[in-house]
Structures are given as C-alpha cells and as structure tokens.
C-alpha cells in the first residue's frame, strides 16, 4: 500500500484515479490545485505522485520544477494532452518520471504507477555506501542529486543525472540503447528514437569525453 497523491482539478478525473487506487489498496490524496499539490508533495510522506499540467494556481510543469529544485526524488506520471509531445518532452525533461497521455484507461495508468513504485522500493532507502555510486572518478550522490568528477561538481538535469545512474550501476557492462530507454524514459518511447544518443552526447560533454564508451552496433558502456 503506498500513498498516492493526485494533482487534477478535474474532479471527474480525479475521483476516477482516487477510486481506482483505492480498489487496489492505496492510500489517496487529492489536491484541486498546483499551490496545494506542491505543499502536500512536499510534506514527505507521499510515495508517488500523479500530477496534471492543466492546473489553477502554479500549472503542472512549475510544480515539478520546484519540487525537483527543494531536492524531492517522489516519482512523479505526469497526465498529459495525448497529442502534445511538447507536454510529454517538457513533463520529462523536468525530471517526470513517467507520463499517461490523456484519456487513459484506468489500467493503463495502473501498470505505470506498480512500476513506479516498484522502482522506487528497489532503491536504495536511507543513510549507507549505497547512495553513492562511484565508477571511473564520477561519483553520483542519489540522496542529494549530485554529480562529481575528480571531486569536481557538475550540473546535471534530472534526465541526465537519471541515466547517468543507470550507467554507474551497471559499469563496465554494455547496455544498450533500448535498455537504457526502459530504464530512464520508461514506456513508450519509439525504439527509432534517437534520444539516448542526444543524452549520452550531453552526459559525455559534462562527465568527460571519455567516461561513456560506444559499443558499435551494440550500445554504451561506461568505463570503470
Ligand atoms: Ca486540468
């Protein structure tokens, strides 16, 4: 059972998903506006939070934004129109961990909040070595978000610093570009896409030109 937090003035929608994670076991919340959203998102003991970008007060992509900028790492499915791929690249870019394009069918969401909380779980919780990954002079501290290199830091947006951790956790290991879309974007990203190869590009411009090797026609390994 977790606590899911729902950010939708739509009371019709919001009811819908309340019902629904009800029925599964979960404890809900829901908040008709950005200002409130961010202030229950914030009080801590959230678990996942499914957020609307249509929103009175601070829209849905602002409240992420702050969210993210006071350090909080809750999972975040972002609601968004289903033919705006500007919603659903500025919903991840701003560190959404997923999205469900709208309408949506009940078990469609469903599926995404399991993974997401399953993921979640399979963290790495409280104080301990674990929080930091350290592989070829980069460091990744996953409780306070920070990238180091040679004990310099860098800034890494959400996405970057997500993918960067798949990379760290598996060094030394080829992974390819599907698996890092399953890992870092999630569902439904056209396989064809090229946007692992963009991330990488930038990854490679703050981690160092080095850090990530291409495995010709297999993927991207980063060097021990
Ligand atoms: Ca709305």
Do not use: C
């Amino acid at each position: 059972m977790a606590h899911i937090l729902i950010v939708e003035d739509e009371e019709r929608i919001a009811s819908f998903v309340a019902k629904g994670l009800r029925a599964e076991g979960h404890r809900t919340t829901i908040a008709g506006n950005g200002h409130a959203g961010l202030d229950h998102a914030l009080a801590g003991d959230v678990d996942l939070v499914v957020l609307d970008v249509g929103l009175p007060g601070i829209d849905g992509f602002e409240l992420l934004d702050q969210l993210r900028s006071q350090g909080s790492r809750v999972p975040v499915i972002v609601l968004t129109a289903r033919d705006s791929v500007t919603d659903t690249v500025t919903a991840l870019e701003g560190g959404a961990d997923d999205y469900m394009p709208k309408p949506f069918r009940f078990a469609e969401l469903s599926a995404r909040v399991r993974l997401r909380l399953r993921q979640a779980t399979t963290a790495p919780g409280g104080a301990g070595p674990l929080d930091v990954l350290h592989a070829g002079g980069i460091e990744l501290d996953l409780r306070t978000r920070r990238a180091t290199v040679a004990g310099r830091e860098v800034e890494l947006s959400a996405r970057e610093f997500a993918l960067a951790e798949v990379l760290l956790r598996n060094a030394g290991q080829v992974l390819s570009r599907e698996q890092l879309l399953d890992h870092v974007w999630g569902l439904d990203f056209d396989p064809g896409s090229n946007v692992v190869d963009v991330y990488v590009g930038y990854l490679r411009r703050k981690l160092g030109a080095d850090a990530i090797a291409t495995v010709r026609g297999m993927g991207y390994r980063l060097e021990r």
